[in-house]
């Protein structure tokens, strides 16, 4: 079993439609949670990070997270075209060395 | 602007062929890392360094070798190209606090 897994897609929704991503994670010492966009051959760009449970909002973003199910969430309101990007979860050990473990990543579309 | 660059953007290279992939950045952060994205297979992490003069393995770390000699550079060479290490190569960096990393464009290599 992966650390982490996440739905590759492609997901296709039309625009103003509420998108709702996922990952899941197998290991309950992982403390800080991140969200990456990353657009077609670029390199990737933090978008949301969170280290509680909970949800914390910016802007059309919401990211949630839920320790107890292992499970995190981006949901992006009002989705544009532009959003049109594959997003990648990433997570993190409280070591001090900071190093990531990432989702494969999900391929969005949304169509005007 | 500041950030990360990644030298070459894309190469082909000969199996057998050593190749050096450049990273240089200049927000002083002490922490970088080489990962390579393949499909399927998500962000992977070859090498890293905490700080300058220290470097470690990731996860993929056979086949090639890291520096750190200065802050600002991280170099990622490849002694003698397989066919397998066809993918694209991200350099990033990260602070102290390990807030996120920064990503560079990326270097997409093929070895044929």
């Known amino acids: 079993q992966k650390e982490v897994e996440q739905d590759p897609g492609p997901l296709s929704v039309p625009e103003g439609a509420i998108v709702s991503l996922n990952c899941t994670y197998s290991n309950s010492a992982f403390q800080y949670f991140m969200w990456y966009r990353q657009y077609s051959r670029k390199g990737p760009e933090l978008l949301m990070y969170?280290?509680?449970?909970g949800n914390k909002e910016d802007g059309r973003f919401t990211a949630q997270v839920d320790k107890s199910s292992k499970y995190i969430s981006l949901f992006i309101r009002d989705s544009q075209p532009s959003d049109s990007a594959t997003y990648l979860c990433a997570m993190i050990f409280p070591s001090g060395t900071y190093k990531y473990i990432f989702g494969t990543g999900t391929r969005l579309k949304v169509l005007a | 602007i500041a950030g990360i660059t990644q030298a070459p953007t894309s190469q082909i290279l000969a199996a057998g062929r050593r190749m050096t992939l450049r990273c240089t950045q200049d927000m002083r952060h002490n922490a970088m890392y080489w990962y390579r994205q393949d499909l399927g297979l998500g962000l992977r992490l070859i090498h890293y360094s905490n700080t300058a003069g220290t470097t470690g393995k990731g996860e993929v770390p056979d086949g090639y070798s890291v520096s750190r000699a200065n802050t600002d550079d991280f170099p990622l060479t490849l002694a003698s190209a397989v066919p397998s290490q066809t993918s694209v190569y991200f350099c990033a960096s990260s602070d102290a606090t390990g807030d996120g990393y920064t990503f560079g464009s990326g270097t997409r290599l093929t070895v044929v």
């Open positions: 969170t280290y509680s449970s």
